[in-house]
């Protein structure tokens, strides 16, 4: 979920396709790089009529970063992934990646791409603790 406090989804990458879903609230502009380098913007949002897509298929190798309009209070979204979601299929695009891929993109959304990304997330597969098929083996992170 989106909201005015955390408004943005920063610059990322998967492998794997993934179908974003507008369930409630504001509109989200989705920024999209292509792996041929094609930027283009799409607004998921429940307004057909006016543009506006319910649901968008982004696929994988795509840059992507999702923004809440300005004046919404929040925005909640789902995704669905296919073949499913993995976080080593997964990472933050650096501003050399997005800048190399399309400079317009990165010159109108910098500020959307990550100051200081992680590079790994083994630590969601890793915790000694962590046991098959618990979710926090999957979002709990043990520091």
């Keep these: 979920m989106l909201t005015r406090e955390s408004g943005h989804q920063w610059w990322a990458l998967n492998e794997s396709d993934h179908v974003h879903y507008h369930h409630a609230g504001g509109r989200v502009t989705y920024h999209l790089v292509h792996a041929d380098g094609t930027y283009e913007r799409k607004t998921l949002g429940r307004d057909v009529a006016n543009g506006e897509t319910p649901q968008l298929v982004v696929k994988g190798g795509t840059y992507k970063a999702a923004v809440l309009d300005p ?7 789902g995704e669905a992934v296919a ?10 695009v650096s501003a050399k990646q997005l800048s190399g891929r399309n400079a317009s993109a990165y010159d109108e959304t910098q500020r959307y791409v990550k100051p200081q990304p992680e590079d790994t997330f083994d630590h969601y597969y890793d915790s000694p603790d962590a046991q098959p098929g618990s979710s926090e083996m999957y979002f709990t992170p043990k520091t």
């Design 83 to 92: 073949p499913g979601f993995d976080f080593r299929d997964f990472s933050f």
């Design 71 to 77: 004046g919404a209070e929040f925005g909640m979204i």
